[in-house]
């Protein structure tokens, strides 16, 4: 288990649940992305609800973006599927998670933290999905 | 103010993805690759990041919860289904399978545009057109079912 990182996984999710229950106590929504984005595509509602959503999407981009350029974080983040793979597994991942009402925060984080039984299910859908396709791609056409 | 507490929401969540090591699609897939328990190289981090976000999220959610109104204003809005539907389960399902084809998942792309990598800048792209497709059949849907009647 070389790749195993529990101290900054551990911290990173910390951070993670902050803003997620820091965004329901102050703005009271839920801190989905896919949901974010997915109101950003509509013109329901009022204005002032899709600037809020920018302003997320925005913060989430930009303070990766200064860790970065400060030199405060040694990360990466490395493709190495081919290009129709990358455009296909974009488009099934934005479908999918619009479909089902949620993704890995919406669900998994926000939903789970509200013991929801719908998220507990939906979870459990793309982990053992993710799992067995990953098996797939690696063990059994990879290998 | 409440588009101020939102920008600094999401960044915390950027920076809680960042540093947890999310952002880099092999460390979703090593974790993914539960085949790799045997050969001792499974990457079991994005267990931990879940379980660090759930106990701070899960006593904030709480609190939040007994609250009628949010400290910035405004209603506490959460989701009220609780049926579990075919849409929700299909919905996971894929949505499991193209995390799995490249290791981003909505969040961690979007805060891996940091990084510049233009395969990021293309995933995002289509991620958002997978969203619109969506959209797009959905009111297809309604519509239809609105013309029967």
């Known amino acids: 288990m070389e790749n195993f990182t529990p101290y900054s996984a551990l911290?990173?999710?910390?951070?993670?649940?902050?803003?997620?229950?820091?965004?329901?106590?102050?703005?009271?929504?839920?801190?989905?992305?896919?949901?974010?984005?997915?109101?950003?595509?509509t013109s329901k509602g009022p204005t002032s609800g899709r600037v809020e959503k920018l302003a997320f999407i925005s913060g989430m981009i930009?303070?990766?973006?200064?860790?970065?350029?400060?030199?405060?974080?040694?990360?990466?983040?490395?493709?190495?599927?081919?290009?129709?793979?990358?455009?296909?597994?974009?488009?099934?991942?934005?479908?999918?998670?619009?479909?089902?009402s949620g993704c890995t925060s919406g669900h998994g984080i926000c939903g789970l933290s509200r013991l929801s039984a719908r998220s507990m299910v939906a979870t459990l859908c793309f982990m053992g999905a993710g799992m067995a396709s990953t098996f797939v791609i690696r063990h059994v056409i990879g290998g | 103010m409440r588009i101020l507490a939102s920008a600094f929401c999401g960044a915390l969540f950027g920076l809680g993805l960042i540093i947890s090591g999310m952002t880099d699609p092999q460390k979703v897939l090593g974790f993914l690759d539960i085949a790799a328990i045997q050969t001792g190289n499974w990457d079991p981090s994005l267990a931990f990041v879940m379980?660090?976000?759930?106990v701070i999220a899960f006593p904030i959610f709480r609190f939040?919860?007994?609250?009628?109104?949010a400290i910035c204003g405004g209603t506490i809005e959460l989701p009220k289904r609780r049926d579990i539907d075919r849409n929700l389960v299909?919905?996971?399902?894929?949505?499991?399978?193209?995390?799995?084809?490249?290791?981003?998942c909505p969040g961690p792309a979007i805060s891996a545009l940091a990084f510049g990598h233009i395969?990021?800048?293309?995933?995002?792209?289509?991620?958002?057109?997978?969203?619109?497709?969506?959209?797009?059949?959905?009111?297809?849907?309604?519509q239809a079912a609105i013309a029967q009647k």
């Open chain 1, 62 to 100: 930009i303070a990766p973006m200064i860790l970065l350029a400060l030199t405060l974080i040694d990360a990466q983040s490395i493709v190495s599927a081919s290009w129709p793979v990358i455009i296909a597994a974009g488009l099934i991942v934005g479908f999918g998670t619009r479909l089902g």
């Open chain 2, 64 to 69: 939040a919860q007994s609250r009628r109104t």
């Open chain 2, 119 to 142: 395969e990021t800048i293309i995933f995002v792209i289509a991620m958002i057109a997978g969203m619109i497709v969506h959209k797009l059949m959905m009111n297809t849907l309604d």
């Open chain 2, 51 to 54: 379980a660090g976000a759930l």
């Open chain 1, 11 to 41: 911290l990173g999710g910390a951070l993670i649940g902050l803003a997620s229950g820091l965004y329901l106590l102050l703005n009271g929504r839920i801190a989905g992305i896919s949901g974010i984005l997915g109101g950003l595509l």
């Open chain 2, 90 to 104: 299909i919905g996971g399902l894929l949505f499991g399978i193209g995390w799995s084809m490249v290791g981003y």
